[in-house]
């Protein structure tokens, strides 16, 4: 007979973990070649980066009003549910099982079996299938520890968000360090319009708002936070503001090493990255990488749950 809720496990630091961990994924690693692709140049693909940022914060600014206001958990579902009714809501949940969260649990979850094989078979690729085995293996690992915990989900989460941004960090320290040692080659002629092709300026933000993709986890475990009303906002700032700055400086380091044309012709950036910046640590990013992106899936079956 009593009254069935949802524990409030999730604190001000879990919540910035889970913003930073949905956020920073396989993006930022897969997306910079889609960008630069189609914007044309260096110059406007960092624009399109800044751009989808301050997108990604003005949408999270939205969903941190409506999670203050409606108190349920379920992100999109509930704000649909209560605004337009439950046949748009059941709609849209169904597209949401069926097609939108299985194709992007794919691209991240591929990314990891990928990313995670690369130092057992460089300088050659991975085999598809040995891929997808890695890729079903991580998945399923992270599905079946949500549905054990919450807690060690979270604290997973937590610790996972720093291994994110510490492979942010070692993509950042050595590209920073040879701009300021005057590698600047790579910026010439950066806003060169002879590139710049309107209509593929679409694809190019799509690409950067695939990897800005998770600003609007907080919603979906509103019921589970600490003081929702003091820790929506502030986990939405502070987290999107990092993902932004991180995103742009990282960008600003595969420029400053690769240059366009290396940028364009690798598969893995991060992977390319390495090889040109320090051998050293050939090894040790692609896994960072690949934890990135189990961070990802992590937070992905968290909140996806509850809608």
């Known amino acids: 007979e009593e009254a069935i809720f949802l524990r409030k496990k999730i604190t001000l630091l879990r919540a910035f973990s889970l913003l930073i961990g949905s956020m920073v994924g396989s993006g930022i690693f897969i997306s910079p070649k889609g960008v630069l692709k189609n914007s044309g140049s260096v110059g406007f693909s960092l624009v399109v980066w800044f751009a989808c940022g301050l997108l990604s914060m003005f949408g999270a600014l939205c969903y941190a009003e409506l999670g203050t206001r409606i108190t349920k958990s379920g992100g ?27 194709a992007n649990s794919a691209v991240v979850s591929l990314a990891f079996g990928r990313y995670m094989l690369e130092p057992f078979f460089a300088p050659c690729a991975a085999p598809v299938p040995a891929v997808k085995l890695v890729s079903l293996l991580g998945y399923y690992t992270v599905l079946t520890l949500n ?6 989900s ?9 291994v994110k941004l510490l492979a942010l960090a070692l993509i950042i320290v050595p590209g920073m360090m040879l701009l300021a040692q005057g590698h600047t080659k790579n910026f010439q002629d950066a806003f060169d319009r002879q590139s710049l092709v309107l ?22 475990v509103r019921e589970e936070l600490v003081r929702p009303e003091r820790n929506i906002p502030l986990a939405v700032i502070v987290s999107v503001i990092t993902v932004i700055v991180g995103y742009m400086l990282t960008n600003v380091s595969y420029y400053t090493v690769l240059g366009t044309q290396d940028v364009l012709a690798s598969p893995a950036v991060a992977v390319s990255f390495v090889q040109q910046a320090f051998k050293s640590l050939i090894s040790v990013v692609p896994v960072l990488v690949a934890l990135s992106c189990f961070g990802t899936m992590n937070g992905g079956i968290f909140t996806f749950s509850r809608s």
């Open 76 to 102: 999109h579902y509930i704000y649909i549910l209560e605004t337009l009714g439950p046949l748009p809501s059941f709609l849209f949940l169904w597209a949401e099982f069926f097609a939108i969260r299985p």
């Open 147 to 152: 549905s054990w915990s919450v807690t060690w």
């Open 199 to 220: 209509d593929k300026l679409p694809l190019a933000f799509y690409a950067g708002m695939f990897a800005y993709s998770g600003w609007f986890q907080a919603s979906f």
């Open 154 to 162: 979270a604290r997973l989460q937590t610790a996972l968000s720093i």
